[in-house]
């Protein structure tokens, strides 16, 4: 039998977490359900779900302060990571993906808002787990084994810079518009806004450190991953 996929829900109120268990349930995933940051962490040390849906208020650590933890973490880092919350403005909606979350979706949102999401989340995680290992220069991705290394040593990247990465690499040269990256490296993206392509390659950046560099913006039209680049030197 092909195995469910694991959803761990942190949510402090019951009904909320009760109506997406069910739904969830009668959609061929397999929900667990933490109420705090405590058992939510419990959970993580003893079986990894396939995606977190994440509430952002919670009593004690809260939700955004968890997702940081958790994305620093080697066992949790790669582990799809979907806010849920009341909050819907932009500066928290990028908060939220600075602090490491894959996606965001604002309560009250509809189940089958949430199953398009969680389903975008997993697809964008799975095609690079049978690819091969692609270079540009020094920089060097193994998809098969999920690790990024520039000049030998390795680098940490979430789930959303590795396959944005991923994808500059196997394109290289090439200038990709905000629209083209939205669609090739997050597929679904009709929730998803071009800002969000622009929060993704600062945290590329940050994560490449020197060969960040590598990563260009070009102006007016979009992103571009080149060896071209001259790396200046670190001070
Ligand atoms: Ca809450």
Same mark, same amino acid.
């Given at each position: 039998?092909?195995?469910?996929?694991?959803?761990?829900?942190?949510?402090?109120?019951?009904?909320?977490?009760?109506?997406?268990?069910?739904?969830?349930?009668?959609?061929?995933?397999?929900? #667990?359900?933490?109420?705090?940051?405590?058992?939510?962490?419990? $959970?993580?040390?003893?079986?990894?779900?396939?995606?977190?849906?994440?509430?952002?208020?919670?009593?004690?650590?809260?939700?955004?302060?968890?997702?940081?933890?958790?994305?620093?973490?080697?066992?949790?880092?790669? #582990?799809?990571?979907?806010?849920?919350?009341?909050?819907?403005?932009?500066?928290?909606?990028?908060?939220?993906?600075?602090?490491?979350?894959?996606?965001?979706?604002?309560?009250?949102?509809?189940?089958?808002?949430?199953?398009?999401?969680?389903?975008?989340?997993?697809?964008?995680?799975?095609?690079?787990?049978?690819? &091969?290992?692609?270079?540009?220069?020094?920089?060097?991705?193994?998809?098969?084994?999920?690790?990024?290394?520039?000049? &030998?040593?390795?680098?940490?990247?979430?789930?959303?810079?590795?396959?944005?990465?991923?994808?500059?690499?196997?394109?290289?040269?090439?200038?990709?518009?905000?629209?083209?990256?939205?669609?090739?490296?997050? &597929?679904?993206?009709?929730?998803?806004?071009?800002?969000?392509?622009?929060?993704?390659?600062?945290?590329?950046?940050?994560?490449?450190?020197?060969? &960040?560099?590598?990563? $260009?913006?070009?102006?007016?039209?979009?992103?571009?991953?080149?060896?071209?680049?001259?790396?200046?030197?670190?001070?």
């Amino acid at each position: 039998m092909r195995r469910l996929p694991g959803v761990l829900i942190v949510e402090d109120e019951p009904a909320i977490a009760e109506l997406i268990s069910v739904n969830l349930r009668h959609n061929g995933f397999r929900p #667990i359900w933490a109420m705090d940051s405590t058992s939510a962490q419990a $959970e993580l040390d003893n079986t990894l779900p396939d995606v977190i849906l994440l509430d952002w208020m919670l009593p004690g650590e809260s939700g955004l302060a968890l997702a940081r933890r958790w994305r620093a973490h080697p066992r949790t880092k790669a #582990i799809p990571i979907i806010m849920l919350t009341a909050r819907g403005d932009e500066v928290d909606r990028v908060a939220g993906l600075d602090a490491g979350a894959d996606d965001y979706i604002a309560k009250p949102f509809s189940t089958k808002e949430l199953l398009a999401r969680m389903r975008a989340v997993l697809r964008r995680r799975a095609p690079e787990r049978d690819a &091969g290992v692609v270079t540009l220069g020094e920089l060097s991705l193994d998809a098969a084994t999920y690790r990024v290394t520039y000049q &030998g040593q390795l680098l940490k990247l979430g789930p959303t810079e590795f396959k944005l990465l991923h994808y500059l690499m196997s394109h290289a040269e090439r200038v990709h518009s905000r629209s083209q990256l939205l669609d090739k490296v997050w &597929g679904d993206h009709v929730f998803i806004e071009e800002r969000t392509v622009d929060v993704h390659v600062k945290r590329l950046r940050e994560a490449l450190g020197e060969a &960040g560099q590598l990563v $260009e913006t070009v102006r007016g039209a979009g992103y571009r991953l080149t060896a071209q680049t001259v790396l200046a030197k670190p001070a």
